[in-house]
């Protein structure tokens, strides 16, 4: 077996196996799919695993901003892994996502995230769960009226040519929000998006929205705001449709705005797909995280990571002024010191409570007073309203 990068002259192989994976695609949407898939095949965010000439396996990543309390670190999304059917069970997709970790240090990401299809494989690897896109339903006619009273937000049709201006809003809006977890795609793949004529979007001067009808309803993929107008007047906008449409599905915030906009609400309706979340450069990830202002922290933790041994070890964690940075220490002898394996630190990272890390087993020795401090220091509610 050989990994190497996929050329365009592998891409018939990739759809086939795709296909046996995840299901037939629409036949409109092969182009579309060859299109988006184009750019990573030069970059080397396209990986294969080859029996001779045959392709067995692949995964591919993509390049993201990820913001985590409100600061942006550059993560790999890890998408479309796939083995043949006829080769699934011999250790080929570990052997694949060992080689797609590395892929990811050397382009750069000192972080990693995907969406699962099974936990074990990744959870063995290093990733771990750390936060879930949120879909909630709500009546249309809910959200119709929530501009009553307010002064006009200005608001004007998305297209391609805004996509540089979509990804300084989403930079503003998620750095104001202290935002955990979002990210933002390339300017190519923005514009590729913008150009859906299924896809209806707006923006403001500190948010947009982007939806698309679905037998009869409205399927809202993302709202961004970063204020009490912006929210009511987006929100309010798709609520126009109440005439035809009779339900809104949203995908939303853990903590939305609009879930405290609307008039009345007893229950939430509530789906959510979970992501993994993996640190690649644990000292490079600590440094570009942001952290709360109030908080000031001086610890030193070890982590366990046999996959990435440049993580592994004792670190000194300082955070002070929103600001933190990991460097090498020695570790305190006896219990009184954190130790976590990679998956339980990324897990950490990404806002997981200590107390659960410590009764799933995923932390170990310290005290209850650095447990209090850890949890201070990594406090968030990680989310995604993207999927790759």
């Not at 769960?129 to 307010?150: I, K, M, Q, W, Y």
């Not at 070890?302 to 440049?310: I, K």
């Not at 990404?350 to 447990?371: K, P």
Request: aromatic share 8%.
């Amino acid at each position: 077996m050989e990994i190497r990068d996929v050329t365009a002259g592998d891409l018939d192989a990739v759809l086939d196996n795709r296909k046996r994976a995840f299901g037939p695609i629409p036949a409109g949407d092969v182009e579309t799919w060859r299109s988006m898939v184009s750019a990573s095949l030069g970059e080397g965010r396209y990986l294969g695993v080859f029996d001779g000439d045959r392709l067995v396996a692949t995964s591919r990543i993509h390049r993201f901003d990820q913001w985590w309390h409100g600061r942006r670190i550059s993560m790999g999304g890890v998408a479309s892994v796939t083995v043949a059917p006829e080769d699934r069970g011999r250790g080929i997709g570990r052997m694949l996502m060992r080689a797609t970790v590395d892929r990811c240090a050397e382009l750069g990401h000192v972080a990693s995230a995907l969406y699962p299809a099974t936990t074990p494989i990744y959870r063995s690897l290093g990733y771990e769960h750390a936060g879930a896109r949120h879909r909630v339903t709500v009546p249309a006619e809910a959200l119709r009226t929530l501009t009553a009273g307010d002064a006009p937000v200005k608001l004007r049709r998305l297209g391609p040519d805004d996509a540089s201006e979509l990804a300084a809003t989403l930079d503003r809006v998620y750095a104001a929000t202290r935002a955990s977890g979002p990210i933002g795609w390339d300017e190519r793949l923005t514009r590729l998006w913008l150009s859906d004529d299924d896809d209806y979007g707006y923006l403001a001067e500190d948010g947009y929205v982007m939806y698309s009808w679905h037998e009869g309803d409205i399927d809202v993929d993302n709202l961004v705001a970063g204020s009490h107008a912006t929210a009511r007047a987006l929100w309010s906008l798709v609520g126009t449709a109440s005439s035809v449409a009779k339900t809104v599905r949203a995908i939303v915030e853990p903590d939305d705005p609009m879930l405290w906009l609307l008039r009345e609400r007893s229950r939430d309706s509530v789906e959510q797909v979970r992501w993994m979340f993996r640190l690649v450069d644990l000292p490079m990830a600590i440094a570009g995280r942001g952290y709360p202002a109030g908080v000031e922290a001086d610890a030193v933790i070890v982590v366990d990571d046999p996959l990435r041994p440049a993580n592994s070890g004792a670190w000194r964690l300082c955070v002070s002024g929103g600001s933190g940075t990991a460097t090498p220490s020695s570790a305190p002898a006896g219990h009184q010191v954190p130790r976590l394996a990679i998956g339980g630190m990324s897990a950490l990272y990404a806002g997981v409570h200590t107390s659960s890390l410590r009764r799933a087993g995923l932390l170990t020795g310290g005290t209850t007073e650095l447990d209090d401090l850890l949890g201070a220091v990594f406090a968030a509610k990680p989310y995604m309203i993207d999927y790759f």
